[in-house]
């Protein structure tokens, strides 16, 4: 079936750089952007940005810009999240999300329809 | 800065109507944001809804439903059950490849 396994939790030091992955199976990896979401403890859902597994174009929210980089591993279907200079504030929950994007009878269909469990990632000295 | 407006919190009774919106701090929601929804219940990974207004994702019963309301974004859920006491988030696609979520609605089944 289709899913995203992420890789474990994560234990940084503040300035420390972290790496997530985000293995997809089930469905062909290069046609779908895939998207990366974070939640802090007791907050909401904050959009980080996304990369195209195809050609390994990326988008990053303002926010995140100069400390994100989103990349790919084609041949094992993984995508990468990697934020640099962590702060106490890091400190969440980060989620991989696959975008739906299609085109049928009712119009132009775009959302994120398949999430993975999810990565805690704690920023503590 | 776009901020994505949702009720912070909200409570039903079971078996009752309720309708759950997603604004903009400027400006109108319209199909054009491709208006989704997620539910998410304490430690686990949200789970689609409705996207693209009013489509609803596989699985998700026909009590769910997406629609624009006025100005706004709505999810209405129709006969409400104890388990749809969770949080829901709605995200709006801003265009050139940004997507903004909403603050999230706590809902209470009560």
């Known amino acids: 079936q289709v899913q995203l396994v992420q890789s474990g939790a994560e234990v940084k030091k503040p300035g420390a750089s972290v790496k997530v992955s985000c293995k997809a199976s089930?469905?062909?990896?290069?046609?779908?952007?895939m998207h990366w979401v974070r939640q802090a403890p007791g907050q909401g859902l904050e959009w980080m940005g996304w990369i195209n597994p195809n050609s390994g174009g990326t988008n990053y929210a303002q926010k995140f810009q100069g400390r994100v980089t989103m990349t790919r591993d084609t041949s094992i279907s993984t995508a990468y999240m990697e934020l640099s200079r962590l702060r106490s504030d890091d400190t969440a929950v980060y989620y991989c999300a696959r975008e739906l994007d299609y085109y049928d009878s009712s119009g132009y269909q775009k959302a994120f329809d398949i999430w993975g469990q999810g990565t805690m990632v704690t920023v503590s000295s | 800065q776009t901020v994505v407006t949702q009720e912070p919190s909200f409570s039903v009774s079971p078996g009752g109507t309720v309708t759950l919106t997603c604004g903009l701090s400027?400006?109108?929601?319209?199909?054009?944001?491709?208006p989704s929804w997620y539910q998410q219940t304490p430690g686990q990974a949200p789970r689609t809804l409705i996207y693209?207004?009013?489509t609803r994702s596989s699985g998700v019963p026909d009590r769910f439903s997406g629609s624009i309301l006025g100005n706004k974004a709505a999810l209405t859920i129709t006969g409400a059950q104890a388990d749809d006491e969770s949080d829901y988030y709605c995200v709006l696609y801003m265009g050139s490849g940004f997507w903004v979520f909403g603050g999230g609605t706590k809902l209470t089944v009560l």
């Open positions: 400027s400006g109108s929601v319209s199909t054009s944001y491709y």
């Open positions: 693209s207004t009013n």
């Open positions: 089930g469905y062909t990896f290069t046609g779908y952007y």
